[in-house]
């Protein structure tokens, strides 16, 4: 069995995608991130670097965290959406970690930038924004002629880019369907899928707090304490 130590949000949601399209057996266990859950001694127990999600397979004691580090865990371990060919597995590597270190920072800081940062932001918004809708582009270059990012079968890679793509109205503005219609496409074929639709219907499993409050906001950027202090 996978413990899957999940919120709502959208690396969790890359790792709810997998499990439910999978089969795997799992159990979900809710960590509310903006109760400030995932600073916990239980959880850092299983992720000291304080982030959902993370999984725990008792089948052989193992515990992994990262969503993009999971997702090749659970693949290999479960045998099923990684590509047999060796070029295209090459390529799923190359895109899987250019939407880890890429699609998910970008997109993340843009999010804080544009939504939860104190002014003065002109300057970091610009930027993240920037590199963010860079990132985007690329992707919806990728797929101008192909209906998944690699090779010709859906992989670990569409689910990483899953996750995030849900957020896109909120990560870089109302508008950015119309310009990434590619993008949208998979977005669209993904959302058709059954085990999408359950991994969606997860949020609602639990009470997660959704407030934006002074708690939220200390549980999510500690950092603004040592503003204050100052």
Known sequence: MIK??????PNPAKIALFLEESGLPYELVPVDTQKGEQHGADFLAINPNGKTPAI???EVGAVVFDSNAILLYLAEKSGQFLPADPVHRADLLSWLMFIATGIGPFSGQAVHFRHFAPEPKTY???RYDFEAWRHWRILDARLTQRQYLVGDTYSIVDMAFWGWARAIPFIIGDDAWSQLPNVKRLFDDINARPA????DNLKTAHAFKTAIDAETLAAMYPQNAR????
Do not use: G, I, W
């Not at 899957?4 to 949000?9: E, G, K, L, R, T």
């Open 4 to 9: 899957f130590y999940y919120h709502p949000s």
């Open 124 to 126: 970091p918004l610009n």
């Open 196 to 199: 999408a639709q359950r991994a």
């Open 56 to 58: 725990f397979d008792d």
């Open 227 to 230: 503003l204050v202090a100052a």
